[in-house]
């Protein structure tokens, strides 16, 4: 085995490693915080999901969510389930309509109810 694929196996492994930490730290997490809002866990595994894969029905209405959420620093999936619904209502611009359509988008994609 030469240097560079032992560098790679040891790096591989290295990673391996951190998901293991990071998979343990979730465990220890919800041991020892049973109080802890369901809903906080499962929005961390949508962080690495850009806002910008949620697609509206007109390319208007999906402008204007885009705007909105890079109005109020809202990058991710993770971001956007952090806060409410009715939160989101009182953003500048924001309809029932275009609530109802990230709703229904969310819960056909991803069946997560928000």
């Keep these: 085995m030469d240097k560079v694929e032992l560098s790679n196996k040891i790096a591989r492994l290295n990673d391996l490693i951190i998901e293991a930490n990071d998979l343990i730290k979730d465990i220890k997490d919800?041991?020892?915080?049973?109080?802890?809002?369901?809903?906080?866990?499962?929005?961390?595994?949508?962080?690495?999901?850009?806002?910008?894969?949620?697609?509206?029905?007109t390319q208007s209405l999906t402008s204007k969510f885009y705007t909105i959420c890079d109005n109020n620093e809202i990058l991710t999936l993770e971001d956007l389930l952090k806060?409410?619904?009715?939160?989101f209502k009182q953003y500048r611009r924001s309809?029932?309509?275009?609530?109802?359509?990230?709703?229904?988008?969310?819960?056909?994609?991803?069946?997560i109810k928000w």
């Design 95 to 111: 309809g029932q309509m275009m609530i109802e359509q990230v709703q229904d988008y969310l819960y056909k994609t991803y069946r």
């Design 83 to 87: 806060i409410s619904s009715n939160q």
């Design 30 to 57: 919800i041991i020892n915080n049973p109080e802890l809002n369901e809903g906080e866990l499962d929005c961390r595994q949508y962080k690495d999901i850009r806002i910008t894969e949620i697609q509206l029905s």
